[in-house]
């Protein structure tokens, strides 16, 4: 007979315990100081550093994973590169890294998707996966002020049965850290609140220097971040190199911070 080494714990107080947590921490979530859609490379940096000076953040994510392309690298080849002096924020994290070439940094995409993704958990921010933004919430003189949601797995359901009205979330700041789509952007656009001008060929050289230059208000209440820039200012694409994405998180939390702040 195998003896029990684990506690005796049956399935009703699994599901007790996942359902009551889960709940708990959406209520406490409904209301946040900053709401990220998008939990790749700029959405997550950005969550860290905020999370990491008292903020409360939240990050929605429309698939079952956390990082976005900073995963796999380029063409399926799981290796990431940062251009300097992006590979400060690499030795910040603790992520290991080699110089191909000068100012070129290389890493393993996995490494240093996880350590993010950690040192954002670490931080205190909370996410919500497997939920896709549907729309903003809107105040005075179209102040952006949340963010409607739904179930991902939503969208794949026929018309005729897909009635499943989303719930809305508030908060002080929205970021559009949803890469080229710019969901949350773009549904201000379809609103006639703002021009998006769509991402540019690619140009690795300035992409990266216009993508943080750039990186900031895009109307009141709404920040953008990482490639949503781009798409929204006409800027460059860069590719599989990720600093400009890292740099941009950072600097979209410095204004976040401010603007809080104010």
Wanted: hydrophobic share 40%.
């Amino acid at each position: 007979m195998v003896e029990n080494i684990f506690s005796a714990v049956g399935e009703k107080e699994v599901t007790r315990a996942i359902v009551s947590e889960f709940a708990k921490q959406f209520q406490e979530y409904v209301e946040s100081d900053c709401l990220i859609i998008g939990a790749g490379p700029s959405g997550l940096m950005a969550g860290r550093d905020l999370a990491k000076q008292g903020v409360k953040v939240l990050i929605v994510e429309r698939n079952n994973y956390l990082g976005g392309g900073f995963w796999i690298g380029g063409y399926l080849m799981n290796k990431v590169t940062v251009r300097a002096p992006g590979q400060e924020i690499l030795s910040e994290l603790g992520i290991p890294f080699t110089e191909f070439s000068k100012g070129l940094y290389v890493t393993d995409g996995p490494h240093a998707c996880s350590k993010l993704i950690a040192a954002a958990c670490d931080a205190g921010v909370k996410f919500a996966n497997m939920t896709i933004f549907d729309d903003v919430v809107l105040r005075e003189e179209n102040r952006v002020a949340g963010v409607v949601i739904n179930w991902t797995p939503i969208k794949a359901l026929p018309r005729e049965i897909t009635c499943v009205d989303p719930v809305a979330l508030e908060t002080k700041v929205v970021v559009d850290a949803t890469g080229h789509d710019a969901c949350v952007v773009k549904k201000m656009e379809e609103r006639g609140l703002v021009k998006t001008q769509g991402f540019g060929a690619m140009w690795v050289e300035k992409s990266e220097d216009l993508l943080v230059e750039h990186t900031g208000e895009v109307h009141p209440g709404l920040i953008a971040t990482g490639m949503s820039v781009a798409t929204t200012y006409g800027l460059p694409r860069m590719g599989p190199t990720f600093g400009g994405m890292l740099l941009s998180g950072r600097r979209g939390a410095e204004i976040i911070k401010k603007t809080l702040e104010r």
